[in-house]
């Protein structure tokens, strides 16, 4: 016979532990966000920002911002023309490292001597030892390069010219996104916008390591759609990565996770390129995707992506287990907190998002984490 003031304890028990009053089965709550309009503090000398294709963060909690000087119209380059159009602007320099407080602390960048610089800015990266690391995508790059804070350069890896395809070791193909695993001295890149892979190499030496492509099998080159994509994928396409593989983010466990955007999904791998799994976010999108740039929270067990999805014009939390979707920051729109072609992002110790924008969008958002 069922004691039913036992049952009723349970039932109790248990529904406390669902709305998270108890020790179990608590709810996961997604972070929140409030976004911060005076973040980063203005530029010096009439700068302007064009599009900002890489933002990272570095061990002091500064933020690095990868820009497209080569953007800005002739309006808003009004103060460079000759003589000037107007009283400003002028075009701020590719590399620019903010304070938390949004101030100004050094900035660098372009063409120099020993190294190639890119046709088009992609991507931003610093390493735990405080090196930056570069890409671009412009239509003859094929480098990656590495550069002090300072802007010395230290390493290319690379080289500029025509396109090869991805079974080429000697070069990348448009590369897009890039990161470090300190624990072995490998530099993952995200290759790219004209081949279809990940590619590793040694971040002190620049040597090849490995190689793969979708589900960690040998990359396939396919001939890029002329248009952007106006019907769902196709079975085929889905066994290969899109156009362009946009991110290669390393977690703490080990974990490996890429971001296939034209597919509008996540690939993770282990390190050595085994696949372990797959999310598809929102599925339903057309044109160049949903799946544009991940960062990992800070949390001891990273149980959190952040997902810049540029298409929508926003930026959702999912569940780095599942990858459920827990909550969306953002909209299409101008004004602070909301969206235009969100391209990166990055995420600073204290969990505060920075979001840079291409296209027209041209800025970076500061979103600090709520309590």
């Known amino acids: 016979m069922v004691d039913r003031k036992k049952l ?7 529904g406390a532990a669902v709305l998270g009053s108890g020790p ?29 294709s890489g933002v990272a963060t570095d061990a002091d909690d500064h933020v690095w911002v990868l820009q497209r000087p080569g953007s800005l119209t002739e309006d808003e380059r009004g103060a460079a023309s000759s003589p000037p159009q107007s009283k400003c602007c002028l075009p701020a320099p590719a590399v620019l490292e903010f304070d938390a407080s949004g101030k100004l602390l050094r900035s ?4 120099g001597s020993g190294y190639d610089w890119p ?25 990656v390069l590495k550069f002090t804070r300072d802007g010395k350069f230290v390493l290319q890896i690379g080289k500029v010219g025509p396109q090869t395809g991805s079974a080429d070791t000697t070069r990348l193909g448009q590369a897009a996104g890039v990161e470090v695993d300190p624990a072995a001295n490998e530099v993952f890149v995200a290759d790219g916008y004209a081949n279809r892979r990940v590619i590793v190499f040694d971040s ?10 979708a589900y960690g099998k040998p990359p396939v080159d396919y001939e890029k759609p002329s248009t952007r994509r106006t019907l769902p994928s196709t079975a085929t396409q889905l066994q290969h990565f899109g156009n362009p593989v946009h991110c ?14 034209f597919n509008n999904r996540i690939q ?16 339903a999108t057309l044109g160049n995707g949903s799946v544009w740039d991940i960062a990992l929270s800070r949390d001891p067990g990273q149980r959190f992506l952040f997902l810049a999805d540029g298409k929508n014009n926003q930026v959702l939390t999912l569940s780095r287990d599942d ?32 979001a840079g924008e291409v296209d027209t969008g041209k800025r970076v958002q500061r979103f600090v984490r709520q309590p």
């Open 268 to 283: 993770v791998f282990q390190k050595d390129g085994t696949f372990v799994k797959e999310f598809t976010v929102e599925p």
């Open 24 to 52: 179990a089965l608590a709810v996961e709550k997604a972070p929140a966000f409030r976004v911060d309009p005076a973040w980063p503090q203005p530029l010096p000398n009439s700068w302007i920002l064009g599009q900002v």
């Open 8 to 14: 009723a304890v349970c039932v109790v028990a248990i």
């Open 119 to 143: 046709g088009n800015e992609h991507g931003i990266h610093v390493d735990t030892k405080g090196f930056v690391w570069i890409t671009g995508n412009g239509p003859n790059d094929g480098q």
């Open 108 to 111: 660098w960048g372009g063409p």
């Open 204 to 213: 002190e030496t620049g040597a090849y390591k490995r190689h793969w492509g």
């Open 248 to 261: 290669a983010r390393v977690a703490k466990d080990g974990k490996l996770y890429v971001c296939d955007r």
């Open 323 to 354: 990858g459920a979707v827990l909550s969306q920051l953002g909209r299409p729109g101008r004004y602070a907190g909301e969206f235009h072609w969100v391209h990166d992002l990055a995420i600073d110790s204290r969990g505060n998002l920075y």
